[in-house]
């Protein structure tokens, strides 16, 4: 294997540690602990995976969590009642609602009715537009995670061609807006990429993937990108979880892939580690706004 690996695991363990620090600190200071408040509808295994992995992590940098699991054929209005009693619970300081929702629930609404100061997933349309604004309040988790592991390592994205494969509102868009501007989350040299966003309508994908210094994939589909899509020495960043017959796969063919890049996230413990590391650093964030806005209401 030619590509250096990006071990998004020991980063997230250094990155928690750092946070476990503040996290004291917020809570000598202030008596509160920062709560994470988490919103299971349903039963599906993989999103109970992803929901125990982000309790665990905050138990582990000293935050406190509350789960809720309701049952898949909850009401709309049961779980927006539900939404609506975190947001006035002032120990709550972050809310995540686990999607996908099942069939039968529209998740806009639920996810519009967070309180913006406590979305700590940063979907709600004003922590969307503050973004794109590039005054943001909480940096979305998953592209968070990928500009801290690029960032970390050394490898630079000003006035590099980064190219995203998925243009998701979770993903593809969100990190398509923050490369692309001046600053991000881990200053200037760490943003001002010129970016290229393409999906399942891009024409002649290959032409353009092979143009990438940073590549970055976040389709959903197993090992999507192959070696011939690859520029040689470009970096490539898997952001794709896909769970198959052989156990858990991303959206690059890792093995051949790596033979061509000189550096690229591996699946598991690429991207995904981090992205729960962001979700908690959001959330202290969310705690020591709502302790700041608290005190100079009282
Ligand atoms: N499901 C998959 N990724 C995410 C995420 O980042 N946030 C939430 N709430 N649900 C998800």
């Known amino acids: 294997m030619a590509a250096t690996l990006l071990d998004g695991k020991a980063l997230a363990k250094k990155i928690q540690a750092e946070l476990a620090e503040q996290v004291a ?15 299971l509808v349903g039963e599906d295994p993989a999103s109970q995976v992803y929901i125990r992995n982000k309790i665990r992590s905050c138990e582990r940098v000293g935050m406190e969590s509350r789960h809720i699991p309701l049952p898949a054929d909850v009401s709309q209005e049961a779980l927006m009642e539900e939404v609506q009693q975190l947001n006035r619970d ?11 929702l099942p069939d039968g629930l529209d998740a806009q609404p639920i996810l519009d009715a967070i309180l913006p100061a406590k979305d700590v997933d940063a979907f709600h349309p004003e922590n969307v537009g503050l973004l794109s604004q590039g005054r943001p309040r909480y940096l979305p988790c998953t592209p968070h995670g990928v500009i801290q592991l690029l960032h970390r390592a050394g490898i630079e994205t000003a006035g590099k061609h980064c190219v995203i494969v998925g243009r998701s509102d979770i993903v593809g868009k969100p990190l398509g807006l923050m490369l692309v501007q001046r600053q991000s989350g ?28 940073v590549l970055i994939a976040a389709i959903g589909q197993a090992e999507f990108i192959t070696a011939d899509m690859v520029k040689p020495g470009s970096v490539v960043v898997d952001v794709g979880i896909n769970r198959g017959e052989n156990g858990l796969v991303g959206d690059v063919a890792f093995e051949e892939v790596s033979e061509v890049a000189a550096a690229i996230t591996p699946v598991p ?26 005190t100079e209401s009282a």
């Not at 600190?25 to 008596?31: I, R």
């Not at 995904?272 to 302790?291: C, F, K, W």
Request: one cysteine or more.
């Open 186 to 213: 881990c200053g200037p040299t760490a943003a001002n990429a010129t970016v290229t966003i393409c999906h399942s309508r891009t024409q002649n994908l290959r032409d353009i993937t092979k143009q990438a210094d």
């Open 269 to 294: 413990g690429g991207v995904g580690p981090l992205t729960v590391t962001m979700l908690l650093e959001n959330t202290l964030r969310a705690a020591q706004h709502q302790a700041a806005t608290q």
């Open 25 to 39: 600190v917020f809570t000598e200071q202030t008596q509160k602990v920062p709560t994470l408040a988490t919103v």
């Open 90 to 100: 002032d120990t709550v300081h972050g809310i995540l609602v686990q999607l996908p």
